[in-house]
């Protein structure tokens, strides 16, 4: 089964920009459907985006839309996150997310594995 690994998370002021990784080992991302997903303590772990597993095809939700950018390296067998124009409401633990299917579903019960998570602080 593949293990997912999220790196990349800090600390940055509002307005600015952060790249999280998620590397994959004992699978291939590109056999899977991939997602990010976000976590404030005390709060249900929200979707952000997935990167469907045929025919490259992103999805985001209404909140990161034209902010984040969800993409996937064959190569390096990595998902990337790149996140824009941060606002203090994207604080938050973000963690990285698989599943075999190919249905484009949200949900994070859909989702079988998922990364340790990698904390992410933006300051007003």
């Known amino acids: 089964q593949v293990q997912l690994v999220e790196s990349g998370g800090g600390l940055v002021q509002a307005g600015g920009s952060l790249r999280l990784s998620c590397a994959a080992s004992g699978g291939t991302v590109s056999t899977y459907t991939m997602g990010w997903f976000r976590q404030v303590r005390g709060e249900e772990r929200e979707f952000i985006a997935t990167?469907?597993?045929?025919?490259?095809?992103?999805y985001y939700a209404d909140s990161v839309k034209g902010r984040f950018t969800i993409s996937r390296d064959n190569a390096k067998n990595t998902l990337y996150l790149q996140m824009n124009s941060l606002k203090s409401e994207d604080t938050a633990v973000y963690y990285c997310?698989?599943?075999?299917?190919?249905?484009?579903?949200?949900?994070?019960?859909?989702?079988?594995?998922w990364g340790q998570g990698t904390q992410v602080t933006v300051s007003p």
């Open positions: 990167f469907l597993r045929f025919g490259g095809i992103t």
């Open positions: 997310a698989a599943k075999r299917s190919p249905v484009l579903d949200t949900t994070k019960t859909s989702y079988d594995y």
